[in-house]
């Protein structure tokens, strides 16, 4: 004959829980924090379906300081500790900048928009221009130098007619 508990576990979106409880509260648990904010990045930045170009083979190894290294392979993943991320994961800390902006403080904040570190990208920016140019100095033909230097001056831009989103 068929009988039924006196009292059986039940959990909404999943049903009525046949056996173990222990086993299936682990399980529950498991996925909860698998999905969770605090297990993964909140977000990461993924290439549109239709752009076929191969990524560059790790640009880290290459970079020019330890601090860019860091940079160039963690800001893909919202992996940097910045106050967007810490307040999405952990909410312990506000997602405002704290150089007096009134703006999230993201990683394409801080490096592309804040205005505390307006100086630096500027006098970065004239740097690699200037650099630019007196390597191309009698190497290239006139309009292959202009393209390169203009080229130059809007790395250091935020423009989103230049750069992919």
């Not at 549109?48 to 160039?72: G, K, N």
């Not at 390169?148 to 250091?156: K, N, S, V």
């Amino acid at each position: 004959t068929f009988s039924m508990d006196d009292y059986t576990m039940f959990a909404s979106g999943y049903g009525c829980v046949e056996n173990n409880l222990f086993s299936f509260l682990v399980s529950r648990l498991e996925n909860s924090y698998a999905l969770s904010d605090s297990f993964r990045p909140a977000r990461a930045l993924t290439l549109a379906l239709y752009d076929s170009r191969r990524l560059p083979d790790f640009p880290h190894t290459r970079a020019s300081s330890s601090f860019s290294a860091v940079v160039q392979l963690y800001a893909p993943s919202s992996q940097l500790d910045t106050a967007e991320v810490r307040h999405g994961r952990y909410h312990d800390t506000p997602p405002w900048c704290h150089f007096g902006c009134d703006a999230f403080k993201s990683v394409h904040h801080i490096f592309a928009r804040c205005p505390a570190f307006l100086a630096i990208r500027r006098a970065h920016g004239m740097q690699l221009c200037d650099e630019t140019s007196s390597w191309l100095e009698g190497k290239a033909a006139d309009r292959v130098r202009e393209v390169l230097e203009r080229a130059a001056q809007c790395l250091c831009s935020d423009d989103a007619g230049l750069w992919p989103q």
